[in-house]
């Protein structure tokens, strides 16, 4: 980002590094490991242990999904408003210990789950009120925990690195890296070693391992508290754009300045929220520049009624917000286009010879392994090789800006969509040269690894885009606001899934013939047109990446101003102030 250093209070100089590292990573492991371990394979607790019909399990599967998407915004709303980073963590990391546990309980204590069901008339007794109420406010209790943990841990993590220290300022692009990977090995672990514990010892043991290492995440991260940076809160963020939008709106037949030097400023009004450095006046979005004009009216310059009166910096706080709209909007096709991989290409794999050896059959559903090693193998590649031959190129500390980064993740998951129809058309002629168009449950005589190159390259394509997404929030959001805007990036996932399954509905309504065919049909894939299902996927995508390069091209970075201090060898200028790039 552009960035104009300033002198601030230094918060926590002795505090934070690569010291605080462990105790963080531990607390969004054992996270990982609960949710992902636990929502991998919820539908078949749901429909096995509780006994619920396949579409209540569903709905109920649905909504879960729903709020623990929303929960992020209200976590962060809390970390940046009052609470901070280091207490909403804590705080939640409790809640979701506490669902946890509740959950580990219904499946091991007989009164709080049904019965088995009958083995002779196969009869199975539905989860009763009491008990589905048990099973809905632990699963309400784990939405509310991880929206706690979700938003707060990236920006908490990364705060721990001073942005204004030439030896610290580096290292705070890593972390992501360093984050995204923590977070991809625990999904691993979570798809395999815990889903097998619950599919092959029980239930108890499956929600227990996770209970037990979330309790002991809580005592590492708490324990590390006198090493940490913590930021304190500012007050509501949301109320300050909210004032702007007012005092812009009040002063709207006010004539726009057109030295911009003349708009408000109060470094003392500003100092809570902005210890990093005050944003500087941009072109853009002038109309409301209006509510930094001074006026008659405004005769306490000291401390004046923000309704009618703001800052410069609270003004470009806003913009900065809306700047980052239509990159924040780029990125949910990308999540639309990977969602695939846990429906279509699930039932792709369901169909096709499974066997690895002679023995041994992968199941369908560990097929999103091939993604998370494929993910995890770019990320070290990335780190230790591509950014340093990268940085010969362009001269950047971090080899390429995140808005390149997500560019390139971009053009993979494009052609991760673009292959999978391919192999989707060299499916379907296996199937007709063995006579089995018509025989959905058969398998197919093509091997499962046809389907590997799609997997791997949405695992390459989401270390590129979504470690690029997360840089991105992180560092062009306000610096009161980084919890709220990391909360997009969870909000973007959601609006992804979403979209997808609007898409789903739409291309299955409006492709239904008479004759009963149809692009997605219900029963029978191998009569269905999947692949012109994935390439209009990807022609969205590549209009999606036009739109996208259009955004980066013109987007504005978030200039920060940061005074020279004394001693210090940054270059100055007349006013005492540097502007310089950390993109």
């Known amino acids: 980002m552009a960035t104009k250093k300033q002198n601030s209070p230094n918060v ?53 999904g729903g709020t623990s998407a929303m929960t992020p915004l209200l976590g962060a709303f809390i970390a940046d408003s009052f609470a901070g980073r280091f207490w909403t963590i804590t705080i939640a990391s409790i809640v979701y210990q506490i669902g946890m546990i509740s959950l580990t309980l219904s499946a091991v204590l007989p009164n709080l789950r049904p019965p088995p069901c009958n083995k002779s008339n196969q009869i199975c ?16 209790l784990t939405a509310l925990g991880s929206g706690g943990i979700r938003p707060c841990v990236v920006s908490f993590g990364a705060d721990q690195f001073d942005e204004n220290d030439p030896e610290q300022k580096t290292t705070t692009w890593k972390f992501f890296n360093w984050y995204y990977f923590c977070m991809g090995a625990s999904i691993l672990v979570a798809n395999t070693v815990i889903v097998y514990i619950q599919d092959n010892v029980g239930w108890g043991w499956g929600l227990g391992v996770p209970s037990v290492a979330m309790f002991f995440s809580i005592t590492a991260f708490v324990f590390g508290y006198p090493l940490y940076r913590k930021m304190e809160p500012s007050g509501s963020p949301f109320t300050r754009l909210v004032q702007v939008c007012v005092a812009a709106y ?22 809570a929220i902005a210890l990093g450095g005050e944003l500087v006046h941009t072109e853009s979005m002038r109309f409301l520049d209006k509510a930094a004009v001074v006026t008659e009216d405004d005769d306490n310059l000291k401390t004046p009624n923000p309704w009618n009166l703001s800052t410069v910096h609270r003004v470009e706080e806003l913009k900065s917000l809306i700047r980052m709209g239509p990159i924040w909007a780029a990125g949910i096709l990308l999540i639309t286009a990977s969602a695939q991989q846990n429906t279509f290409s699930l039932q792709q794999a369901k169909s096709m010879d499974r066997h690895l050896t002679q023995s041994f059959q992968i199941p369908a559903a560990s097929m999103s392994v091939f993604t998370q090693i494929s993910m995890l193998a770019t990320i070290v590649f990335y780190d230790r090789l591509f950014v340093p031959l990268a940085r010969r190129f362009t001269g950047l500390e971090r ?46 005589p093509i091997s499962v690894l046809w389907l590997m190159p799609q997997y791997c390259l949405h695992g390459i394509a989401e270390s590129f885009m979504s470690i690029g997404h997360l840089e991105f929030f992180y560092d062009q959001a306000p610096e009161s606001m980084r919890s709220t805007a990391t909360a997009l990036f969870w909000l973007s996932i959601s609006a992804g899934s979403y979209t997808s399954t609007l898409l789903v509905t739409l291309v299955h309504k409006y492709t239904a013939r008479a004759d ?68």
């Open 12 to 64: 926590g100089k002795k505090q934070g590094g690569i010291i605080t590292m462990p105790f963080i990573f531990a607390n969004e492991i054992c996270e990982k490991l609960a949710v992902v371990g636990f929502g991998t394979n919820m539908i078949s607790y749901l429909t096995s242990e509780m006994h619920l019909p396949l579409t209540k399990a569903a709905n109920t599967l649905t909504n879960f």
């Open 125 to 140: 007794k539905e989860a009763d009120s009491g008990q589905l109420a048990i099973l809905y406010v632990s699963l309400l």
């Open 250 to 271: 009040r002063k709207r037949n006010v004539a726009v300045v057109s030295d911009w030097t003349l708009l408000y400023e109060n470094e003392d009004l500003d100092c």
């Open 399 to 444: 080899g390429v800006s995140f808005l390149t980064r997500m560019g390139i993740g971009f053009v993979i998951s494009l052609l991760a969509t673009f292959a999978a129809g391919f192999i989707e058309v060299r499916r379907k002629r296996a199937a007709a040269a063995g006579g089995l168009m018509d025989r959905p449950d058969a398998v197919i």
């Open 516 to 583: 009963g065919s149809n692009w997605l049909p219900d029963n029978n894939l191998n009569r269905g047109k999947l692949e012109y299902f994935y390439w209009l996927i990807t022609l969205l995508q590549l209009l999606n990446l036009v739109y996208y390069l259009l955004c980066a091209k013109f987007y504005t970075l978030k200039p920060i101003q940061v005074r020279n201090q004394e001693g210090d060898h940054h270059r100055k200028t007349e006013d005492g102030f540097e502007l310089t790039n950390h993109v």
